[in-house]
């Protein structure tokens, strides 16, 4: 079984930082890509980045990429966000599935491809 905790959420003003942390435990091969999620109520969770295991192979939505970086260091995967914007307000979510290669992980970005999903930590970005 894996287990996902995030940490690191908060509240922010446009143009700042944050720094999402999200600590892995159980089985790796069930984990070998993982990804950060967001949603806000009433839509669709949308997928943010995604990383494959070896650390190297990383993939960004569109509406994050330049601002975002998601990196790896053990059993830890980050999400760097910079440069933050109001519309990056939402619930962000850590998850993980152990299918296909670095290629399955970088084009992937379907809620339904994840198995395993933390808690959500709330963004909160203010202008």
């Known amino acids: 079984q894996v287990q996902l905790v995030e940490s690191g959420g908060g509240s922010v003003q446009a143009g700042g930082s944050l720094r999402l942390s999200c600590t892995a435990s159980?089985?790796?091969?069930?984990?070998?890509?993982m990804g950060w999620f967001r949603q806000v109520p009433g839509k669709e969770r949308e997928g943010v980045a995604t990383i494959y295991t070896n650390g190297l192979s990383t993939a960004y939505a569109d509406s994050v990429k330049g601002r975002f970086t998601i990196s790896l260091a053990g059993d830890t995967v980050y999400l760097q966000m910079n440069s933050l914007k109001p519309d990056d307000t939402a619930k962000y979510y850590c998850?993980?599935?152990?299918?296909?290669?670095?290629?399955?992980?970088?084009?992937?970005?379907?809620?339904?491809?994840?198995?395993?999903w933390g808690q959500g930590t709330q963004v909160t970005v203010s202008s």
């Open positions: 998850a993980a599935h152990g299918k296909g290669g670095a290629g399955y992980c970088a084009t992937r970005f379907s809620q339904t491809d994840f198995t395993h």
């Open positions: 159980g089985y790796t091969g069930s984990r070998n890509c």
